[in-house]
């Protein structure tokens, strides 16, 4: 309830005390990962002082990490990993929204210079004197990472995009797939004009494994070597007892 009365309020006094702003709220900012979980939808929604001609923009970051991306090559009848790129600072999920399906050159050019869009994200290789040909990586990288969808683009306005309403009111649908990392997601919506910032407000999305997930995530982490040992363990005492059913049967 508390949520509505926010957006009601900035809706009735949109050109008094929240102009040239921007007041937004999630449907639901605490995602809980368990052993069920097959992703989930939430919704983005508020107001902001807008003019025909703006452009709106919503960035949903993840967690960042470390992401190793492999070349292969074909050597004695089988594909093995050749060759590797390790990028650092990685984010493991990025969502943008873009409420034009054509951006003018003013907003492209602001965004590149903000690093804003996975187009514009810098990936960073640990060695990047190794490679001569690390544009390349980047490339395969991006493409592998938008197949996967773990950076995803939507741009233009729909159900299914950004809704906006007499350039005043906004909603926009955002999912995030059952792979996603936890962690703190941070949201940024931006208002811009002529390639100028008009406004912009940011607020996060926290997303946390719970049950029995939770405490293998957890230990995973933490014992990193127990948990290796304990893999194979579990490996070779399943491919154990496999080998005495076949026998038997």
């Known amino acids: 309830m508390k949520k509505f009365i926010i957006v009601f309020l900035s809706i ?3 050109n008094i005390s929240f102009a040239k702003s921007i007041v937004a709220d999630l ?3 605490s995602i809980n990962i368990n ?15 807008g003019q025909e001609g703006d452009d709106l923009f919503i960035f949903i970051e993840g967690p960042k990490t470390e992401a190793t991306i492999y070349k292969k090559d074909y050597i004695s009848g089988i594909w093995i990993n050749k060759e590797s790129v390790t990028f650092k600072n990685v984010p493991s999920f990025y969502y943008s929204i873009f409420s ?8 492209l050019n602001y965004l590149a210079l903000n690093n804003l869009g996975s187009s514009n994200l810098k990936l960073i290789s640990k060695n990047p004197q190794k490679y001569k040909n690390l ?13 996967n969808e773990m950076w995803i683009t939507k741009k233009g306005t729909g159900k299914e995009k950004i809704e906006i ?13 059952a792979t996603v990392l936890p962690g703190n997601y941070n949201v940024k919506i931006l208002h811009l004009r002529n390639g100028k910032k008009i406004s912009e407000e940011n607020t996060q999305i926290f997303v946390k494994k719970t049950g029995m997930g939770s405490k293998i995530y957890s230990f995973a982490h933490d014992y990193s070597t127990f948990y290796g040992i304990f893999a194979i363990v579990l490996a070779v005492f399943a491919g154990y007892l496999a080998a ?3 026998r038997k049967v």
């Open 12 to 14: 009735f006094f949109a």
């Open 27 to 29: 449907s639901n900012d």
């Open 35 to 49: 052993t069920g979980f097959n992703g989930a939808e939430l919704f983005l929604f508020g107001t902001y002082d």
């Open 100 to 107: 034009k399906s054509k951006v003018t050159s003013e907003s």
């Open 135 to 147: 544009d390349e990586w980047i490339n395969s990288f991006d493409s592998r990472m938008k197949k």
């Open 165 to 177: 309403k007499d350039n005043k009111l906004f909603r926009a649908p955002v999912i995030l797939p």
């Open 244 to 246: 005495v059913g076949f």
